[in-house]
T-cell receptor, first 113, second 112 residues
């Protein structure tokens, strides 16, 4: 039973345009959500997070939106830059999971110059 | 460098070999994790050591054996692996109860 799903394995956008990466979850006990970014040959690095008490969190070019009723979150990157090309993982955690993160499959974002 | 160091970065081993992966952190964290990343699959939690207590994922085969001698070091001992065990193995750490992890760069394992 996969509790966090990223249905798009890949996304390609033009430099300067908006990138929207989507994530769905099934476990209603999740109350904190994170996005990680991974370059080849490196480990994932933390990008942005959101608590379930909020519906939006913004950090520079990156904004995460949370729709609790739909159990859906999305990451918006605007404007997209070629250096944003990476795999983006959505992750979730809740009180009952301790510190353990449950990850999605990842979405490969390619930003074309 | 993230503060979590994994060695080796790459490992090729035969199915009859025994090898170990090493992870080290000096961030003052008290929880460490092993994750497996296979292509087009979610990162799969294999083992958790929090406050030096081991929590296992019961679906992990016994040919993977973790060891956590102290809060700064974590090992994954490998023996009689299968080709399908080829993957990127990631170590992560955090302060137990905090949000998010710090990951190492991973060990790319190939079983031949």
């Amino acid at each position: 039973d996969q509790q966090v799903k990223q249905n798009s394995p890949s996304l390609s956008v033009q430099e300067g345009r908006i990138s929207i990466l989507n994530c769905d979850y099934t476990n209603s006990m999740f109350d904190y959500f994170l996005w990680y970014k991974k370059y080849p040959a490196e480990g994932p690095t933390f990008l942005i997070s959101i608590s379930s008490i909020k519906d939006k969190n913004e950090d520079g070019r990156f904004t995460v939106f949370l729709n609790k009723s739909a159990k859906h979150l999305s990451l918006h990157i605007v404007p997209s830059q070629p250096g944003d090309s990476a795999v983006y993982f959505c992750a979730a955690m809740g009180e009952t999971s301790g510190s353990r993160l449950t990850f999605g499959e990842g979405t490969q974002l390619t930003v074309n110059p | 460098e993230t503060g979590v160091t994994q060695t080796p970065r790459h490992l090729v081993m035969g199915m009859t070999n025994k090898k170990s992966l090493k992870c080290e952190q000096h961030l003052g964290h008290n929880a460490m994790y092993w994750y497996k990343q296979s292509a087009k699959k979610p990162l799969e939690l294999m083992f958790v050591y929090s406050l030096e207590e081991r929590v296992e994922n019961n679906s992990v085969p016994s040919r993977f054996s973790p060891e956590c001698p102290n809060s700064s070091h974590l090992f994954l001992h490998l023996h009689t692996l299968q080709p399908e065990d080829s993957a990127l193995y990631l170590c992560a750490s955090n302060l137990y109860g905090s949000f998010g992890y710090t990951f190492g760069s991973g060990t790319r394992l190939t079983v031949v």
